[in-house]
């Protein structure tokens, strides 16, 4: 019996990780996540996806970021009748990402619909909060290495790091051994634990988020701190746009080590983002994937002040610096941090620190690269605040990481699948991997099928 891969997303891009597996037995999607950035990925998820999801068996989720569970909602909207299966943080964190999503979706629409500023008539969500409460219905979690059965493969869940709940999915069918890394987090993580070692496996997909980069020898709290101290120093509002699962937790962690220590002035810190609330609940009840102590969490959630309503929010674009805010989403694409830039952006005093990876086609990757306008909500807002890019707190392995890990395998696989990258990142991995490992490794085409039998190895 023949098993297909099928690669559906993440193949281009960081952004929107979909694989098939496919046999005469079952159809298993690792992964459901939605396409973010340039304007030609996010028309994707508007497309009818691939298969009818109704003859989709079971979804295997790696963990809760968008790009690996966003699409969920419309998938089960659309007829996916079978078992979303994830660890039991990724449910966790779902429940707060997938709502949240449905809701912002919503909200969105119905802000086009008033001020005219969309091309639809009227302007429609891609799915609502009710169709991600209907898909969170389907899931069902399973504790790090026990084995459970999806059709006709055994499926086992290994730690990644990068977030609460990260998964390395470890699938076996009838033709071998499928490892799928997720996305890998790092060594040197100041929140997370790291990732496990590679096992043997015959086919490896592997993230290559960073393949052409290597984060930093910069220390991220070090660097922090003196941002705040400066701005801060000069009346500004510090703006640390942020993940709020994972990124926002990690930025906590240091800001509240450096004010224990007198290296940040004692200003005031909000965590604008009630996800993020929520979620550092969450890491509280799984001490065993991170790194934290219950005193650390304390000082952590006791340095911020909280903003969960919409009107505490308006009032922090009023109130001026000096001031740190962190607030989502970490790319500048939705969420209550783009009123921020529109309210700060604009003045020199203050500064806006990415605080990790920034897709194409992003306001977060524009303001990277240099631009000094930003299109929000139907207006061109002028950014001369200072802007500031802090890799080094990526949650991602970057490349001498992710060929550090990949040599703890026993044995080479017999293929590699280089995904979730862009072009340039997963071509660098490919090479290093061919020059450091004498491995063969691919980076498949958008919408390949290869047999996940057959050998790439020379």
């Given at each position: 019996m023949t098993t297909t891969l099928r690669f559906l997303g993440a193949t281009d891009t960081v952004t929107g990780s979909r694989y098939l597996l496919e046999s005469e037995a079952s159809r298993i999607l690792v992964d459901c996540g939605l396409f973010q950035g340039y304007k030609q990925l996010r028309e994707r998820n508007w497309?009818?996806?691939?298969?009818?999801?109704?003859?989709?068996?079971?979804?295997?989720?790696?963990?809760?970021?968008?790009?690996?569970?966003?699409y969920l909602p419309a998938l089960v909207r659309d007829g996916f009748r079978g078992r979303i299966h994830s660890t039991y943080g990724t449910l966790e964190l779902s429940r707060l990402v997938l709502r949240d999503s449905g809701r912002l979706l919503e909200e969105q629409a119905q802000y086009s619909d008033r001020h005219h500023t969309s091309k639809h008539s009227p302007p429609k969500p891609l799915y609502t909060e009710a169709?991600?409460?209907?898909?969170?219905?389907?899931?069902?979690?399973?504790?790090?290495?026990?084995?459970?059965?999806?059709?006709?493969?055994?499926?086992?869940?290994?730690?990644?790091?990068?977030?609460?709940?990260?998964?390395?999915?470890?699938i076996t069918t009838t033709d071998g051994r499928l490892h799928f890394t997720g996305d890998l987090g790092r060594v040197d993580d100041a929140l997370m634990q790291p990732p496990r070692a590679l096992e043997a496996t015959d086919v490896l997909v592997c993230e290559s988020t960073y393949g052409d980069r290597i984060h930093p020898a910069v220390d991220a709290a070090q660097e922090l701190g003196r941002i705040v101290s400066d701005v801060c120093g000069r009346g500004g509002v510090v703006l640390l746009p942020a993940f709020a699962v994972g990124r926002a937790e990690t930025l906590l962690l240091h800001l509240s080590r450096l004010r224990a220590r007198g290296a940040i002035p004692a200003v005031p810190v909000f965590l604008n983002s009630p996800?993020?609330?929520?979620?550092?609940?969450?890491?509280?009840?799984?001490?065993?994937?991170?790194?934290?102590?219950?005193?650390?969490?304390?000082?952590?959630?006791?340095?911020?002040?909280?903003?969960?309503?919409?009107?505490?929010?308006?009032?922090?674009?009023?109130?001026?610096?000096?001031?740190?805010i962190i607030s989502a989403s970490g790319m500048l694409e939705g969420g209550r941090v783009l009123h921020?830039?529109?309210?700060?952006?604009?003045?020199?005093?203050?500064?806006?620190?990415?605080?990790?990876?920034?897709?194409?086609?992003?306001?977060?990757?524009?303001?990277?690269?240099?631009?000094?306008?930003?299109?929000?909500?139907?207006?061109?807002?002028?950014?001369?605040?200072?802007?500031?890019?802090?890799?080094?707190?990526?949650?991602?392995?970057?490349?001498?990481?992710?060929?550090?890990?990949?040599?703890?395998?026993?044995?080479?696989?017999?293929?590699?699948?280089?995904?979730?990258?862009?072009?340039?990142?997963?071509?660098?991995?490919?090479?290093?991997?061919?020059?450091?490992?004498?491995?063969?490794?691919?980076?498949?085409d958008f919408g390949e099928t290869v047999d996940a039998a057959a050998t790439t190895q020379p």
């Open positions: 497309r009818p996806f691939p298969i009818d999801p109704a003859e989709i068996d079971a979804v295997i989720v790696t963990h809760a970021h968008l790009d690996h569970t966003g169709d991600a409460e209907a898909a969170l219905a389907r899931f069902e979690p399973h504790p790090f290495d026990e084995r459970f059965t999806v059709g006709a493969v055994t499926v086992r869940f290994a730690p990644a790091g990068h977030i609460l709940g990260a998964a390395q999915a470890l996800m993020a609330v929520d979620a550092s609940e969450i890491y509280a009840r799984y001490p065993q994937e991170h790194r934290l102590r219950p005193d650390e969490f304390r000082a952590m959630y006791g340095l911020a002040t909280l903003v969960r309503s919409v009107d505490e929010s308006k009032l922090l674009n009023l109130r001026g610096g000096p001031a740190v921020h830039v529109a309210a700060y952006g604009p003045d020199a005093r203050n500064a806006i620190v990415l605080t990790g990876f920034q897709a194409g086609g992003t306001r977060g990757a524009a303001l990277k690269r240099g631009e000094r306008s930003l299109r929000i909500y139907g207006k061109d807002v002028p950014i001369r605040a200072r802007v500031h890019s802090l890799e080094m707190l990526s949650a991602h392995a970057d490349a001498s990481q992710l060929i550090d890990w990949l040599r703890t395998a026993p044995a080479a696989p017999r293929a590699v699948y280089l995904t979730h990258g862009e072009p340039g990142a997963s071509d660098a991995l490919r090479i290093r991997i061919a020059r450091e490992l004498g491995w063969h490794a691919r980076v498949p």
